[in-house]
């Protein structure tokens, strides 16, 4: 089955900011579990994966075109899905 956007999930505690975005955005991880981070075009194709850690993780999105993307956190234990506007 597919995952709407209206399905988004966020069971780890996290957040992204600013969004819509320009040039980078700050992954705020509320616990000490380190993770991945991806990327993904609305299409669903991964476009970036990097791994980041607890607390704030700036991610650069200058190469991002335009556009609405899905910006997917797993740990180990949880993840969370989040909608990323790119200006």
Do not use: C, H, W, Y
Request: hydrophobic share 45%; no cysteine; net charge negative.
């Amino acid at each position: 089955s597919t995952v709407g956007i209206s399905e988004l999930n966020n069971k780890l505690q996290a957040d992204i900011f600013p969004n819509p975005a320009n040039d980078f955005f700050v992954l705020n991880l509320k616990s000490n579990d380190a993770g991945v981070l991806n990327i993904f075009d609305i299409a669903g194709s991964l476009i970036s994966s990097v791994k980041v850690n607890g607390g704030l993780s700036k991610v650069d999105i200058r190469n991002l075109e335009a556009g609405a993307f899905i910006v997917e956190v797993i740990s180990e234990n949880n993840s969370a899905t989040f909608k990323l506007m790119k200006n």
